[in-house]
């Protein structure tokens, strides 16, 4: 058997080598979406990408006689290991071939570079943090993901599992229908809780912009700190995901809920780029740009991306409505089918409001973790 060979990307070429390996377990397969190069350059880019200032990563290859096999992201979030006090890093990244050695020696190298670093457990995928794409497909395979969401072929989950990660967490995803989301129960209880509460739900104020991003990144960090795992990004990765955002944005799918006049919490939901960039099969900036320019308006599927209230609202029904005014707007606008992901599979509030607006789930990633041993 031909010897596994793991390597660092230490050059400009091996960053290249990296990015472009994702094609290779794909070939053939109608439902993976090439990710555009410039965007993860971007993304992998450790002196221009905010994330690093907070953190570290080192990426590697895995090669058999020159031949590139596989590939992984070893990561020390130190916003994470401050956020929740616990000494935890990630791997991320991870394509790999069908190839246990192979696979087993990228997780070596992941886990051998993370336990170097006082890590005493590894968790993932984390492409690069819980803020990014997120988690390991493990059902759903038979339709593309959505804009930011993960996948990858069914038998990378038992790839993990041989060498010894085991489930953490999962996390769900929701199909929407606008034949299916309207119903005279939502209706009654919507009008009801909006009564009860003062609850107004307004589209974002794009004059106001830069005091509705603040608005919403307030409600974030106050309202999604209770989600296991959650960790707020910084001022700098907010200002850097608001401008990639605004090229991509419906100004209608923005929504802010108040009280009284007082923000108590926000959705927003993205168009799904996916059904356009699905064919630009080289990942090339220019075709994407054009077919975008082309064939946006066809898009007619929108992801809720982020959807949440205040903590002290949870038990009011008020993220209930939000929710189905997610879903109201969106098909309003144009669009007959969504997603809402991802959901922690605990997190009751929001499973119940997806079943409130009859989503069915239809997807589930998978966070896998392990502990090292030092």
């Not at 199909?175 to 009564?195: C, G, N, P, T, W």
């Not at 990004?233 to 850097?240: F, H, K, P, R, S």
């Not at 100004?251 to 108040?258: G, P, Q, V």
Request: hydrophobic share 40%; charged share 25%; with cysteine.
């Amino acid at each position: 058997m031909k010897t596994v060979t793991i390597r660092t990307v230490a050059s400009s070429g091996d960053l290249m080598q990296f990015i472009k390996f994702q094609w290779k377990p794909y070939r053939g397969d109608p439902n993976f979406v090439p990710p555009l190069i410039v965007d993860r350059k971007k993304l992998l880019n450790r002196r221009s990408n905010p994330f690093y200032k907070h953190s570290e990563m080192e990426l590697f290859l895995a090669e058999r006689d020159g031949e590139i096999f596989g590939r992984i992201a070893a990561i020390v979030n130190h916003n994470h290991i401050k956020e929740h006090n616990e000494k935890v890093g990630f791997f991320g990244f991870f394509e790999c071939m069908n190839d246990r050695d192979v696979a087993n020696a990228l997780f070596g190298a992941a886990t051998g570079w993370l336990a170097s670093r006082g890590m005493e457990a590894v968790r993932g995928p984390a492409n690069p943090s819980v803020n990014d794409e997120y988690g390991l497909l493990i059902d759903g395979f038979d339709r593309p993901p959505v804009v930011l969401m993960t996948y990858n072929p069914p038998y990378y989950a038992a790839l993990l599992e041989g060498y010894g990660f085991r489930k953490i967490k999962d996390l769900y995803a929701y199909y929407l229908h606008k034949d299916k989301v309207f119903s005279e129960k939502m209706v009654r209880v919507s009008e009801a809780v909006m009564k009860r509460t003062g609850l107004v739900i307004r589209p974002m104020d794009f004059a106001r912009f830069e005091e509705e991003v603040r608005t919403m990144q307030r409600l974030y960090a106050l309202g999604w700190r209770r989600n296991w795992g959650e960790v707020p990004m910084t001022d700098e990765e907010v200002a850097c995901l608001t401008e990639d955002l605004k090229k991509v944005v419906d100004r209608r799918l923005l929504l802010i809920a108040e009280v009284k006049g007082k923000p108590v919490g926000f959705s927003l939901s993205l168009p799904d780029l996916n059904i356009i960039l699905r064919r630009n099969r080289r990942g090339w900036l220019l075709p994407a740009v054009l077919r975008l320019m082309l064939f946006k308006k066809r898009i007619d599927f929108c992801r809720i991306l982020t959807l949440g209230v205040l903590p002290e609202y949870l038990s009011t029904g008020i993220g209930g409505v939000l929710f189905y005014e997610a879903a109201r707007h969106g098909i309003a606008a144009g669009y007959s089918q969504g997603e809402a992901s991802w959901i922690l599979e605990d997190n009751t509030m929001m499973t119940r409001g997806a079943e409130l607006v009859n989503a069915d789930r239809y997807k589930t990633y998978r966070i896998y973790q392990m502990p090292l041993s030092r």
